[in-house]
């Protein structure tokens, strides 16, 4: 009889990032901040990093560098010690990462729906405010890691957030042209600023809190007096149209002129509040200074002796009128620092001076991928400025186009439309900078110590790897930009292709050494042949047996020649918009194209045939490449995305995510156990292949469950913006709902479940597996695990999912652990809201009446006890550390920050996950 045989399943080795996999960023310029004396912080792309401001190294990562979604607001408190420094990013997805100066992650908030605009730490860093662009306002609590509350009002997206702690309020500016005023104890919109006709960039309050400034769309930048209630007058008062009882209003005192037209997005007060730093969307940092009370009294002196001299001259013998105080004679235009670039992001150095004379030193984040820090002095009549330093070394100033990586597998060859770099794999840093022209294409030379770059304008250049001297320069390669370019099998010359309609054929040889009056020799390349096409030539690709040579065309098609007559043997056909990248695998049987149509075909190159079509992307594909002697194939295409196909069985394998800007470039190892893709967004990334395995439909269904997710949360953010529009409540819950929450919702009632089931069993039953795994807890035991388990900033999300049955169920047993002193904390607060949301069916549940009572008697006593506790432990700390100071006991903190100060290195390099 026949058996049976179950189906061979083929397996694959997962590809992923490599670790410190992500080269060349060195600010993406969502935001600077200094951590310490020394060190300053600013987002790269998806992590934020800590760099040495003297060395210019990197010293902490934090974040994952290959999250697909960049940080677009920072901001960093930095509290008297021995609390830690906080610093907080905000993602483009709305979420929002808090580390602590370790670099471990703290708390991961959810609650915005669109990108996270601004952030804030509120008073001494307990609460942090944040804003974004889908016009929320939430106030978070860093300590109990929950959301707050989250207040509606803005029509338009946040742009700034500013705290008055005097007098307990917080400021927001929007694009709807409108600040508003916020109690967060009341959480009521109290007073609403409308002096702007366009929308509100930035804002900022004086450090004596007497003064709001804030910046629009116009050439002006407009101040606001910050004035008590109490001493305001009965006009001022009425038209500040504030809510009655509001301690201060806002009064317009007028606005100063800027020199830029460009719309302002920064305002930034340093130099111990002397000095105002306007940035606006172009290279220009404005800067305004402040002038002190004895300054103002000597100018409007001088205006007075001025109008008495001109009334003497005029004969008038009336007295002069004292001089009037006016907002000129507050602050005034010093001058225009220019930098190489548009600035992203500044920030003032609170270590340079805190005498509070307009000196000190000021970090700005540009455009192109570049960090600078120049020293400011405004106390002359123009403002004198030097650059210090600039961190521009360890990465490309533009977009990269092309990548290639040596015989050996040591060195990666990145070019950009201003020169090339070249990167060490093993060490991850760049080693050598080819200052050129723009570089379209690129490859190593047989032995790993020249390279050849091909530009737009049609030059090829070779380089001393070495040194990195450019050792020849041939001009006229091409009549336009070589846009591809691919070493022959033999090592012995390499093939280009330009929009010249050419394909030229190029040997190496070595000549006499000019620069070395001819006593030794130098590489060279030398033209063998050429080619001419009907069309633009945009890949050329050499078989690896070097029979054939494949040239893909502008009119949509890849000719095949044989490499030594240069005669025609195939032609493929079938994308519908010009191929841009090809490869032959290294068996020279398959050839794979990727076209402008978002397809990757894969082709016989013994007929020609097409054996196989996917449509792999969702924009262009920018480039293909065979891994290793195997028939798998990597794709990259403008989409962001790196995905690996089984060129056999025709298999989807998976999707590689990480890139915030479209891929240009793909290259492989020779194994093909590592893949190196260059972006636009000017980064490097390396992904290795792992011994993980991975199952294809398990894949599948990770993918589905990811896509319904994005779904909902789709859905759920336009049920919330019709909720908005019908004019629903000003003050709402913090947090949304999302997977995590979902989740742990689902492993709660799995957990209620199960302890039903086990209170039910008789004696003498066995007990669930599953209790038996965790130590033979007991059926409470687990479940009580299972809540404390919830992360703190997902509980109300996760227990407002419950259906109402379960909520029933699970009342009772967070009596019980109150009563007993189990996690009085998560379970009082959990308590509290399941009361607050489900008052009314509670109340009117009879069988509840009994435990609402009992929580009446033992639910205060138990939080005032922990209270206490919590009261006495601080009390005998504060003691304990002044024991410790008058003892003279040095702390490990104190023996670091003085090994710093003499230049000591006392911390390397440390990604954080």
């Not at 908030?109 to 730490?121: D, Q």
């Not at 707050?148 to 929007?174: F, K, M, N």
């Not at 990548?403 to 990167?423: F, H, Q």
């Not at 050598?432 to 030379?445: A, K, Q, S």
């Amino acid at each position: 009889p026949e058996t049976a045989t179950m189906p061979q399943v083929k397996s694959y080795r997962r590809f992923g990032p490599a670790e410190e996999g992500c080269l060349g960023v060195i600010s993406s310029g969502a935001g600077v901040a200094y951590v310490g004396e020394g060190q300053v912080a600013t987002t790269t792309l998806s992590t934020v990093t800590v760099y040495n401001h003297r060395t210019g190294e990197a010293v902490q990562v934090l974040g994952d560098q290959f999250e697909s979604d960049p940080i677009t607001a920072l901001a960093v408190h930095v509290p008297p010690p021995p609390r830690p420094t906080l610093i907080a990013g905000g993602t483009h997805d709305g979420s929002i990462h808090l580390w602590d100066a370790s670099g471990e992650e703290i708390v991961c908030f959810r609650g915005h729906r669109a990108e996270v605009s601004a952030l804030c730490f509120l008073g001494d860093g307990l609460q942090l405010a944040s804003g974004s662009n889908d016009t929320d306002f939430i106030v978070w609590d860093v300590v109990a890691e929950k959301g707050v509350v989250r207040l509606h009002g803005h029509s338009g997206p946040i742009t700034a957030i500013a705290e008055l702690p005097r007098y307990d309020l917080l400021l927001s500016a929007s694009k709807d042209h409108h600040i508003r005023v916020w109690n967060p104890t009341t959480q009521h919109c109290v007073q609403t600023i409308v002096g702007h006709r366009n929308e509100v960039g930035a804002m900022t309050i004086t450090a004596d809190h007497t003064r709001l400034i804030t910046g629009s769309t116009d050439s002006e930048v407009r101040v606001w007096a910050i004035v008590d209630a109490a001493d305001a007058d009965p006009g001022q008062l009425e038209a500040s149209q504030a809510a009655e009882g509001v301690p201060v209003i806002f009064v317009p005192l007028g606005a100063v002129t800027r020199q830029s037209r460009e719309r302002v997005i920064g305002l930034h007060l340093g130099c111990g509040g002397s000095m105002l730093a306007c940035q606006a969307v172009d290279k220009a940092v404005e800067f305004f200074r402040f002038r002190t009370e004895p300054e103002i009294a000597k100018r409007l002196k001088r205006r007075e002796k001025r109008a008495k001299a001109k009334a003497e001259d005029d004969g008038a013998g009336a007295a002069v009128a004292s001089a009037e105080r006016t907002l000129d004679d507050e602050i005034f235009s010093c001058g225009v620092m220019r930098c190489g670039a548009k600035v992203r992001a500044l920030c003032f150095d609170p270590y340079s001076t805190n005498d509070g004379t307009p000196k000190g030193s000021i970090t700005v984040a540009l455009s192109n991928n570049t960090l600078e820090t120049y020293s400011i002095d405004g106390s002359a009549k123009s403002l004198d400025y030097n650059k210090l330093s600039d961190q521009s070394f360890a990465g490309h100033r533009t977009p990269l186009r092309a990548v290639a990586m040596c015989e050996n597998d040591a060195l990666i060859l990145s070019t950009s439309n201003k020169g090339a770099k070249v990167w060490d794999v093993k060490s991850r840093k760049c080693i050598r900078t080819l200052d050129g022209g723009y570089g379209l294409c690129c490859m190593f030379v047989p032995g790993s110590r020249h390279a050849v770059v091909g530009t737009r304008s049609g030059e090829l250049l070779l380089f001393e790897l070495s040194s990195g001297r450019l050792i020849e320069k041939i001009e006229e390669a091409h009549d336009g930009a070589i846009w591809s370019m691919d070493l022959q099998p033999d090592k012995h010359g390499f093939v280009t292709g330009g929009a010249d309609k050419s394909v030229n054929i190029w040997e190496f040889e070595l000549v006499a050494d000019e620069e070395n009056e001819g006593l030794s020799k130098r590489l060279s390349c030398a033209h063998l042949k050429a080619l001419k096409m009907t069309d633009d030539v945009l890949s050329v690709k050499f078989s690896p047996d070097q029979r054939f040579l494949a040239v893909a065309l502008l009119d949509s098609t890849v000719k095949v020649f044989f490499s030594d007559t240069l005669k025609f043997f195939l032609s493929l056909y079938g994308h519908k918009l010009p191929v841009l990248a090809m490869d032959i695998s290294r068996d020279s049987t398959l050839i794979a194209t990727g076209s402008g149509d978002k397809n990757v075909k894969l082709w016989g190159l013994d007929f020609g045939d097409c054996h196989k079509s996917f449509l792999a992307h969702q924009d262009v594909v920018t480039g293909v490449k065979f891994l290793g002697s195997s028939h798998y194939v990597a794709s990259v295409s403008k989409d962001k995305t790196v995905k690996l196909w089984d060129g056999d069985s025709f298999e989807y394998i998976l999707t590689l995510s990480g890139h915030q800007a479209e891929i240009s470039g793909l290259t492989a190892s020779h194994n093909g156990g590592l893949l190196a893709t260059v972006s636009h967004d000017r980064s490097v990334r390396l992904w290795e292949r792992s011994d993980e395995l991975i199952n294809l439909d398990e894949e599948r269904e990770l993918e589905r469950e990811e896509a319904d997710d994005r779904e909902a949360a789709e859905a759920e953010a336009t049920i919330a913006r019709a909720q908005k529009e019908q004019g629903g409540a000003e003050a709402d819950r913090a947090t949304r709902q999302n997977v995590e929450s979902l989740k742990s919702a689902d492993r709660l009632i799995e957990a209620i479940e199960l302890v039903e089931v086990e209170l039910a069993k008789g004696p003498g039953e066995p007990a669930n597996p599953l209790l038996i795994a965790y130590g033979n807890l007991k059926p409470l035991e687990y479940l009580l695990r299972v809540v404390e388990k919830i992360p703190s900033v997902e509980l109300e999300e996760a227990l407002l999912v419950l259906p109402f049955a379960y909520v029933l169920k699970l009342v009772p047993f967070l009596n019980d652990w109150i009563a007993g002193g189990h996690a009085v904390e998560v379970c009082t607060r959990g308590l509290l809201f399941l009361l607050k949301v489900h008052h009314n069916q509670i109340v009117a549940n009879e069988a509840m009446v009994e435990v609402v009572q009992a929580l009446q008697g033992h639910v205060h006593g138990k939080v005032t006890a922990l209270k206490d506790a919590i009261g006495f432990n601080m009390a005998a700390l504060r003691f304990l550390e002044q024991e410790v100071k008058s003892a003279g006991i040095r702390t490990f903190e104190d023996v670091e920050a003085a090994a710093a100060g003499e230049g000591v290195p006392t911390k390397r390099l440390k990604l954080v996950k």
